[in-house]
């Protein structure tokens, strides 16, 4: 069974940059996207982007230019960077694993434990 | 605010049937399949329902999905305390990865 654990900075300062990186254990990491996704303080769901295996990339509109999101099928591991943060940004973020079993049945099967992110000045 | 929408609160008491219903469009839930995910306390969302009304392994045949036309429903039976948390549904719009706001179940 596919386990998602993710780390990094949890407080951050108004225009810094957010990096998280998520490693993936017990299953394969080719053939599927990796997604990350926050969840403000009020309990809502934003999917963030995501890299396929094969290195592409697919992000929300809301946050493209300032986000960006790469992995590493050497070691199993995507990671999250989000340039200029604001209080907005304050959230809890989660990577987690984007299957797709056909075009139109996709979802996130696994996810990471959660990691909080808090921007104050 | 969520593009798919949801209750914000729902409460039964233990051994009780509830319903949780999902609100979409034609371009997302009219589509595309429905998932469906279970946030408890402190905990990160796990899937609870995929591809409509199929489980992965683990979750127990208490709870199950339907979906007709732009909406689907979430329901859970023979409800329990350790069924109280937050549920979300989930859809896509073809390039959006989208969410409903949750819905809080309340174990009475």
């Known amino acids: 069974q596919v386990q998602l654990r993710q780390w990094g900075a949890g407080l951050l300062k108004p225009t810094e940059t957010l990096s998280l990186t998520c490693a993936v254990y017990?299953?394969?990491?080719?053939?599927?996207?990796w997604s990350w996704v926050r969840q403000f303080p009020g309990k809502g769901l934003e999917w963030i982007g995501d890299?396929?295996?094969?290195?592409?990339?697919d992000y929300n509109p809301s946050l493209k230019s300032r986000v960006s999101i790469s992995g590493d099928t050497s070691i199993s591991q995507i990671s999250l960077r989000l340039r200029s943060v604001t209080a907005a940004d304050t959230a809890i973020y989660y990577c987690a694993r984007w299957q797709t079993l056909a075009p139109s049945i996709r979802f996130f099967d696994s996810w990471g434990q959660g990691s909080q992110v808090t921007v104050s000045a | 605010q969520s593009v798919l929408t949801q209750p914000p609160s729902v409460s039964a008491a233990p051994g009780q049937r509830v319903t949780i219903s999902c609100s979409g469009s034609a371009s997302d839930i009219g589509t595309y399949y429905v998932s469906w995910y279970q946030q408890l306390p402190g905990t990160a969302p796990r899937l609870l329902i995929y591809d409509v009304n199929n489980r992965p392994s683990g979750i127990p045949d208490r709870f199950s999905g339907s979906k007709s036309g732009t909406s689907a429903t979430l329901v859970i039976t023979g409800l329990q305390s350790g069924d109280e948390g937050d549920y979300y549904c989930g859809s896509w719009d073809g390039s959006l990865r989208l969410f409903g706001g949750g819905t809080k179940l309340t174990v009475l």
């Open positions: 017990g299953g394969s990491f080719s053939g599927y996207s």
């Open positions: 890299v396929t295996y094969s290195g592409s990339t």
